[in-house]
């Protein structure tokens, strides 16, 4: 039987294979576009409970003063605030662009231990001011070592004869967590003040404060005191966990994952239509051989089986080149996309969904002409023919 199933495939190749090809790239989109999703949950789910971001209640893009930072510290149940800004340059090139922020470098690496020093040492980044810590991937693209000078262009904040802020890589840092980014670069807040002041004249604001609230302290309690604190200005506030913050910066570009779950669907759709046209045409090429058969006499649960074997056989083929591709283009694709997706990985969940599409694609193709073919007689068959 496994040999009449493919026979059949290989009477008509190029259908067999455009078929096989339709379903492999089918199936590698969903393995992809799963995993996007599954990155954006990942980053939400393993997010700190108790570490609190504290922005503007009007915007992200709004800064606020930066005296609020020794007001929240005497909060209680605040054990420690790191300034958080958006820096916005590259180097060399407009094309060489990723994340850059201004930080209390002492505060930082306390509240956030999953952030490694491997190379370089947390002291000599948090000791010279004009330091830098960049992520690992980050100094593998660009050749960076401790001791480098690396030049920043400042795009949000340039400065008035277009030259570049010199930084010294005094650390380099690997995550021990999957979501956290490993293409950052962090530098000093006093250096980026004292810059944008010595340019325009006074201190710069904060985009956002991070907070790590004590082990004893209740974080709905530190929110509430902390926005309560600022509810009459010069900027109200808005204080979230920090898998809400990550929620709402994932929302800015739009609902993601609900956008390529409709995606997803769509090419599941996509592909059962092909392969019921593929089957189907099959169907009705194959009925002499189904006469035959059961002239021979194979039972209906045989040529059922026949028909489903080569939908499972198609499918499985497709489905099969589809996943392994995936996976072979896993790392090229979390390169890729590390600057807006960290952590970017094919879960066995999403493989496992893969194989579950295929086999079901697989047998609703396969119902149709097999149970066609199962209730047809030897003699009708034949007069077709």
Known sequence: MVALVFRNLLKHPIRSLLTIGSLTIAIFLLC?????????????A????????????????????????????????VERT??????????????????????DPDELITIWPEVEVVAGSKEAFANQRNSCMVGEELAQEFGWKVGDQVPIIGALFPRPDGSAYMFDVAAIYRPTRATVDSRTFFFHWKFHAESQEAITGSAPNVGVFVIK?????????????????FENGPQVVQTTTEAEFNRQFVSMVGNVPKLL???????????????????????????????????????????????????????????????????????????????????FRILPETIFLAIGVTIAVGLLAGIVPGRSASRMRAVDALRRQ
Do not use: H
Not at 82 to 103: D, H, I, L, R, T
């Open 213 to 229: 609230v004590a082990q004893d302290a209740d974080p709905t309690s530190v929110m509430a005191t902390v926005d309560g604190l």
């Open 82 to 103: 790191c300034k958080w800004q958006w820096f916005g340059g590259y180097y060399k090139e407009p094309s060489n662009f990723f994340a850059q922020f201004a930080v």
């Open 46 to 77: 393993s997010a700190d409970s108790r570490r609190l971001w504290v922005q503007s209640a009007v915007s992200l893009f709004v800064d606020l003063p930066t005296a609020y930072q020794a007001k929240i510290d005497a909060v209680p149940g």
């Open 261 to 343: 779950s409709f995606i997803g669907g769509g090419v599941f759709i996509a592909i059962l239509l092909a392969c019921v046209n593929t089957m189907l045409m099959a169907g009705r090429e194959q009925v002499r051989d189904v006469g035959i058969m059961k002239a021979l006499g194979f039972t209906d649960g045989s040529t059922f089986g026949l028909l489903i074997g080569q939908s499972l056989a198609l499918c499985g083929l497709g489905g099969g080149f589809g996943i392994l591709i995936a996976l072979g283009a896993q790392v090229p694709i979390a390169t890729l996309l590390g600057r807006f997706f960290p952590g």
């Open 32 to 44: 992809f576009l799963r995993s996007v999703v599954t990155t954006l949950e990942a980053g939400i």
